[in-house]
């Protein structure tokens, strides 16, 4: 492949103009992708986002040019964890930044390794060399809003022709370009994330817990009640201890009929607490689904769900109708959902008409767990 020994102006500018009309994570293959490859003569090239979390460092939302999905997929699920690019990025990414000295960080693989000993590893030999892939230039854009986040744009050669200096240069010279546009996707993907945590939020009473995950079972927003069903722990803002394993095993065991069934939700009880999962796709960015937990611990509060499937009721009237059986009055109520008892008094004669009851009382005789009764 051809490819330029100096990068001249005009073509610098041709590619900045590319890279700042991304405005969307589907848009990086065609718009940084592509140009960045063929500017520095690379056969295949990827991007990923590095995460930082307990079990170390993992990448994700893999975007690919000129990769084979199959390979895509092996190397997520058998060899990331053994390759040196990704710790390297993360950390050289995170200090460089750190220390006001760059918006990014280039390097080749040849520089981080010592080849003859690489060379006789499984991640070469099983991966690697299989795939042709003899030279790796990466560089590492960090978060300007997450420190447990950096992004990678990894380069391909499939030849012996190594990535030199110019090579690793022409790649910096778009690092403040790379570092705006992806830290701006990224306050766009929190933006949806937080429309959808308000959308749902005003959903729920304030015993409903409320948790959301990306599609890696990362949390996204765990709201109090969540957190204390789920014993999670608030480490920041935004950043929460994982899920334990024997849920994930359960979402794992699901979460395939989401998929094909994407408005199905699943109801399971873990631990005592009754959880509802189901999965949407946001419409604003590509960072794949979002997995909706909604958690309540079981008591008298708590309504049939096999009986209220019956009457078609709202949510705004399940909600209501929650509180009626936890003996809440039409003043209680509109203050917890903050609407006014007027609307609290219409929504109930609604109610009532739906489940042929005539009272509250009725109601909550009605409604109420098949145990309390």
Do not use: W
């Not at 790649?171 to 830290?183: D, K, M, Q, T, V």
């Amino acid at each position: 492949m051809q490819h330029s020994s100096s990068l001249d102006v005009s073509e610098y500018y041709k590619i900045n103009d590319k890279i700042a009309d991304t405005s969307r994570f589907k848009d990086i293959n065609s718009n940084i992708l592509a140009p960045l490859s063929r500017l520095i003569g690379a056969e295949s090239s990827l991007f990923a986002i590095l995460k930082k979390h307990d079990r170390g460092i993992s990448a994700q939302n893999f975007i690919c040019h000129n990769i084979d999905q199959k390979i895509n997929s092996k190397y997520e699920k058998q060899f990331q964890a053994n390759d040196p690019v990704l710790p390297h990025a993360f950390n050289a990414a995170k200090s460089n930044h750190n220390l006001g000295i760059s918006k990014s960080f280039t390097f080749a693989l040849d520089n981080i390794i010592d080849f003859q000993k690489f060379s006789s590893g499984q991640y070469y030999n099983e991966f690697l060399r299989p795939n042709s892939i003899r030279q790796i230039l990466a560089t590492g854009i960090p978060s300007n809003t997450d420190n447990s986040l950096v992004y990678i744009l990894g380069f391909h050669r499939y030849c012996n022709n190594s990535f030199k200096e110019k090579d690793a240069q022409i790649s910096s010279c778009f690092g403040p370009a790379l570092y705006n546009i992806l830290n701006n996707l990224e306050l766009k993907t929190q933006m949806d994330d937080h429309n959808i945590i308000v959308s749902h939020l005003k959903q729920q009473i304030s015993d409903t817990g409320l948790v959301i995950l990306d599609n890696n079972y990362q949390i996204v927003f765990a709201n109090h009640a969540g957190q204390s069903h789920l014993t999670l722990a608030q480490n920041g803002a935004n950043s929460y201890s994982d899920l334990d394993n024997d849920l994930m095993t359960v979402l794992n065991a699901y979460i395939s009929h989401m998929n094909l069934s994407p408005a199905k939700k699943v109801e399971f009880d873990h631990r005592g607490i009754k959880i509802v999962a189901r999965m949407i796709t946001p419409e604003i960015q590509n960072q794949g689904k979002r997995i909706i937990l909604n958690t309540q611990r079981p008591t008298h509060a708590n309504i049939n769900s096999l009986e209220i499937e019956k009457y078609n009721l709202t949510q705004r009237e399940v909600d209501i109708t929650s509180l009626i059986v936890m003996g809440m009055t039409s003043p209680q109520i509109s203050s917890k959902l903050c609407i006014s008892i007027r609307t609290v008094e219409n929504h109930l004669r609604s109610i009532y008409a739906k489940t042929d009851v005539k009272n509250r009382t009725s109601l909550a005789y009605k409604l109420a767990p098949t145990q309390y009764q």
